[in-house]
């Protein structure tokens, strides 16, 4: 293993998280200390991007708020992530969701996956 | 360089750094050798590629061949001929100086070099003169240009002593040390650590 992997892997240890990307619905809880107090804040939206790779990963979630849209930043292997929560998974083109900022209304809306069956035809 | 979690949540940039075994192959005294020093030897080299005198020299210490020596002056480690030093001599939350050679930029203009600020607008009908680095000093007196004038030329590659550095972590059975911050040179450049 070499010196990244090992610092990474003894620095968090190892985290298990639901799959999730670039255009699914979910909900982070996020620890937050005030003082000495200790709380836990949701924040759902729809993922924008997931960058980086090993301990350092970071990943993007958009929500509109009061009319206004708000992005947060969250590092994958964070302490203060209490969970992470897939609501739904959706069905886009991109891997980085940009283009959803310079949209409003029913243009951002993101297609929801659907489970797909597979049929098959008896060919006589 | 990556960035690790502190036990308080706070992400932080760090470097992370094989901190020898160092072997101390010799021990240099004012008696002998006109001063006082420790030579430490770190990193295999091949023993093919090695010449004899080394190799000797090397199992004088009873240590195979090394790649790099280093002689630290007036040093306080008291540590015999043959024994290793190890990141065990640092302690967390200290704080360190690194020494290193930093990255080579090559031919570089003033405006990276020694920050200046160009000379002029980009526009009002001035062009090629957003980088430039003035004047360089007056005609007729002193008709010539002071030494030591800042211009373009060589940048980086240079010996630097970053001071003031935290040791956030310590893994001393793989000898890592993570160190706050950035150390000069690149990915798997030799820096001495001091404390």
């Known amino acids: ?124 | 360089m990556t960035s690790v979690f502190e036990p308080n949540g706070k992400q932080t940039a760090c470097t992370i750094i094989e901190a020898g075994p160092c072997v101390v192959t010799q021990k240099k005294t004012v008696d002998t050798d006109g001063y006082s020093a420790l030579q430490i030897a770190f990193g295999e080299a091949k023993e093919k590629n090695t010449p004899k005198a080394q190799i000797n020299h090397f199992a004088k210490a009873s240590t195979t061949p090394k790649s790099v020596v280093k002689e630290l002056r007036n040093c306080s480690i008291d540590k015999q001929i043959g024994e290793s030093i190890t990141c065990d001599i640092f302690a967390e939350g200290e704080k360190v100086s690194v020494i290193g050679t930093t990255k080579g930029k090559g031919f570089q203009g003033v405006v990276k070099r020694h920050g200046f600020s160009g000379v002029g607008e980009q526009s009002h009908g001035q062009h090629d003169r957003s980088r430039a680095p003035g004047s360089i000093g007056g005609s007729s007196y002193p008709s010539r240009v002071f030494k030591g004038m800042r211009m373009a030329g060589r940048m980086g590659n240079d010996r630097v002593k970053v001071k003031a550095l935290r040791v956030v972590k310590i893994f001393p059975e793989q000898n890592y040390i993570l160190i706050s911050g950035s150390v000069p040179g690149h990915n798997g450049s030799i820096v001495l650590i001091q404390n």
């Open chain 1, 1 to 124: 293993m070499d010196a990244l992997a090992f610092v990474h892997e003894q620095m968090t240890g190892k985290k298990e998280f639901p799959k999730f990307k670039a255009g699914d619905n979910i909900t982070v809880n996020y620890k937050i200390i005030e003082g000495n107090k200790e709380r836990i804040q949701s924040f759902k939206g729809d993922v924008l991007k997931r960058q980086g790779s090993g301990g350092t990963a970071t990943f993007t979630v958009r929500k509109i708020s009061d009319g206004v849209g708000v992005e947060r930043l969250f590092p994958l292997f964070s302490p203060n992530i209490e969970s992470i929560v897939v609501n739904k998974s959706g069905r886009v083109r991109r891997a980085k969701l940009f283009y959803l900022r310079e949209r409003q209304g029913k243009s951002a809306r993101i297609k929801e996956k659907k489970q797909i069956h597979a049929t098959a035809r008896v060919k006589s």
